[in-house]
């Protein structure tokens, strides 16, 4: 009979429990799951000689990259570590090799930009009603079956180019201030992809006085993490699911390095909220929410808020149903359970799910119609009814807040 090494003999044992696991319904959950488990992964590959002719005006060098043998460059911004050959485009479609140097396309350059409520990002516990002047421009490092935003963010620059503006970091910080917003949200697409545009933004904005919000899966390496965590004042998260299985599946991703992503940001002391994505199939479980709330509970505490939206047919997914109601009810009320301080239902208009109720006393203190806040019972940072430090950053003034004149 054939020997197997102790290292194959391990790994075929985590793969037939992970099969015994998955044939009961449910996967196996959290990262380290041993590589012969038969999973197909999605993860996006860096398109050969794709890069176009010539760099274009808005080409700028890359940060945080290496240089390699025979004029390759590895990218260094997020876990995928790309490594192109000359004439090579990235796996999120926005950075070349140009003669032996990596480039971003899409610096200055963004194809989305709106105005919108702080709440829409969804951020409830920073500043609220404040609007959030948001940007993006194509690409993203994932690919996501369900994304809700495929035609950018799965897009090369040249493919959306009648919806491009030109708008440099100094442009950005001007025109949100022309449109009144305190903040610039980094969102739609994912903005680790275009990270050299988005941090010099963002160190405009701040020196300006302008917040500055990061829309994003997480998925970054941890050195340009801590440079963007010396000018990001809060954040929006994505935990797509809690096993890293579906990560591979669903995403084209790692569970691991989003993480890791938490730990730092709550390390260095930044406002952020989850949002859990509750797809039909893939992450409606109940024991996988009960076990991302262990975890998060275990490694940052309850005080960050987590947000389970959702999911309508989208993408590669069309064909699935909308998560039915009663599910996001129901992961609310776990988490709630399990001891986390704020767990939220998005997606949802008019549900209970979408107010702030005070930890410790349980009245209500936000009450959310749509991005409108008719009822406010915070005082500063506390409770109104108990004097509790509700977790967040908030107004200093209750008048910022209350009024029903649309943003
Ligand atoms: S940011 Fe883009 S180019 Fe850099 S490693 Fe990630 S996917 Fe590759």
């Not at 590589?35 to 197909?40: G, I, L, P």
């Not at 996501?144 to 708008?167: G, H």
Request: with cysteine.
């Amino acid at each position: 009979m054939k020997k197997i090494s102790r290292r194959q003999f391990i790994c075929g044992g985590a793969a037939c429990l992970s099969a015994a696991i998955a044939s009961q319904g449910f996967g196996p959950i959290g990262p380290g799951i041993c590589e012969a488990a038969a999973v197909k992964d999605i993860r996006g590959k860096v398109f050969k000689g794709d890069a176009p002719k010539k760099l274009w005006k808005w080409s700028r060098e890359g940060f945080l990259y290496k240089k390699l043998k025979n004029a390759k460059v590895v990218c260094g911004i997020c876990p995928n570590r790309c490594i192109l050959a000359p004439g090579d485009r990235s796996v999120c479609r926005s950075k070349v090799n140009m003669n032996g140097k990596l480039y971003s396309l899409t610096y200055g350059n963004p194809c989305a930009v709106n105005t919108d409520p702080i709440e829409k990002k969804p951020l409830f516990h920073f500043k609220p009603r404040i609007k959030a002047f948001s940007l993006a421009t194509t690409g993203c490092n994932f690919r996501c079956l369900n994304c809700q935003n495929w035609e950018i963010s799965q897009a090369r620059p040249d493919e959306v180019a009648p919806y491009m503006r030109e708008l440099f970091p100094a442009d950005v910080v001007a025109a949100a201030q022309k449109a009144g917003a305190r903040s610039i949200a980094y969102t739609y697409s994912e903005p680790i992809t275009f990270f050299e545009y988005m941090i010099d933004t963002a160190r405009l904005a701040g020196e300006a006085g302008i917040y500055n919000l990061w829309i994003s899966n997480a998925y970054i390496n941890p050195k340009p993490l801590l440079a963007l965590c010396k000018v990001l004042d809060a954040a929006t998260l994505n935990i797509k699911s809690y096993d890293d299985r579906i990560y591979r599946q669903l995403n084209g991703g790692r569970l691991k390095p989003v993480l890791n992503t938490f730990k730092t940001l709550h390390d260095q002391g930044i406002h952020f909220e989850m949002i859990n994505l509750v797809v039909p199939g893939y992450t409606d479980k109940e024991d996988m929410v009960k076990a991302m709330c262990g975890w998060i509970l275990d490694n940052i505490g309850p005080d960050y808020p987590l947000h389970f939206l959702r999911f309508f047919p989208r993408y590669k997914l069309d064909r699935l149903p909308p998560t039915p109601v009663s599910a996001l009810t129901r992961y609310r009320e776990l988490a709630l359970q399990q001891g986390l301080h704020y767990a939220y239902v998005g997606n949802v208009a008019r549900h209970a799910g979408n107010n702030t109720y005070c930890h410790n006393c349980k009245r209500m203190l936000i009450e959310r119609q749509g991005y409108f806040i008719p009822t406010y019972n915070l005082v500063g940072s506390h409770c109104k009814f108990c004097d509790t430090r509700i977790p967040g950053v908030w107004h200093e003034a209750t008048s910022d807040v209350t009024g029903k004149v649309p943003l």
